[in-house]
Each structure stands twice: as structure tokens, then as C-alpha cells.
């Protein structure tokens, strides 16, 4: 089993930045791609970014290609978002999402949720 615990959310005007952390704890952690995920109120979840086990292999939504950048830390069992110039409609809750065998977008192939941390932009 594997447990993640996302921070670094928070409320930032327009523009700026922020970066989100997800730390896992429990066995395997290198062995899985992990992922973003972000979902708005009245909205379904929606795929962000992703990385491969390796961390050589990285996949973004359209929506932030550019702007975001997803690393990870196999020695400390860490996985980042940078997200630069941000957009009111970046706001959402997002999820650290992990156990995926490759780099894929769909929530189905993600065994692993965090419980969220929210983002909130303003104009």
C-alpha cells in the first residue's frame, strides 16, 4: 500500500506561482509513474501532468504545457508541481495520484489518491 499527503496549495493572484509537494510513504514508490490531477467545483477530475518511475518520461495537459513542470525525488520519495503563471481557471483541488505502470492520463490506470490540496487564483 501506498500513502500520499499533497501540500504547498493556497491562494495566489494571477500570475505568480506555486509549488505543490507529495510525499509517499509505503513500499514501491519508484517502481510507479506518478501524477497530477485537478478538479474544479461541478467539474470531473482531470489529468495534469505525469512522470515516469525514472523520472525520463513527462506528459502534460495541453491546458499547462509551458507553465508547469513535474519532477519527482526517488531518494526521498517525493514528487513535485511547479506551476508558473497561473491562471484563474488553474483553480481547482489537486491530486497527487501514483501506482500507474506507465505515463498515462486516464484516473483509472492511478491505484493511489492523495486527499487534495486546493489552489485557489485570483484575478
Known amino acids: 500500500q501506498v500513502q500520499l499527503v499533497e501540500s504547498g496549495g493556497g491562494l495566489v493572484q494571477a500570475g505568480g506561482s506555486l509549488r505543490l509537494s507529495c510525499a509517499a510513504s509505503?513500499?514501491?514508490?519508484?517502481?510507479?509513474?506518478m501524477g497530477w490531477f485537478r478538479q474544479a467545483p461541478g467539474k470531473e477530475r482531470e489529468f495534469v501532468a505525469a512522470i515516469s518511475w525514472s523520472g525520463g518520461i513527462t506528459r502534460y495537459a495541453d491546458s499547462v504545457k509551458g507553465r508547469f513542470t513535474i519532477s519527482r525525488d526517488n531518494a526521498k520519495n517525493t514528487v513535485h508541481l511547479q506551476m508558473n503563471s497561473l491562471k484563474p481557471e488553474d483553480t481547482a483541488v489537486y491530486y497527487c495520484?501514483?501506482?500507474?505502470?506507465?505515463?498515462?492520463?486516464?484516473?483509472?490506470?492511478?491505484?493511489?489518491w492523495g486527499q487534495g490540496t486546493q489552489v485557489t487564483v485570483s484575478s
Open positions: 495520484a501514483g501506482g500507474a505502470m506507465w505515463v498515462r492520463t486516464p484516473t483509472s490506470d492511478y491505484n493511489y
Open positions: 509505503g513500499r514501491a514508490f519508484s517502481s510507479y509513474a
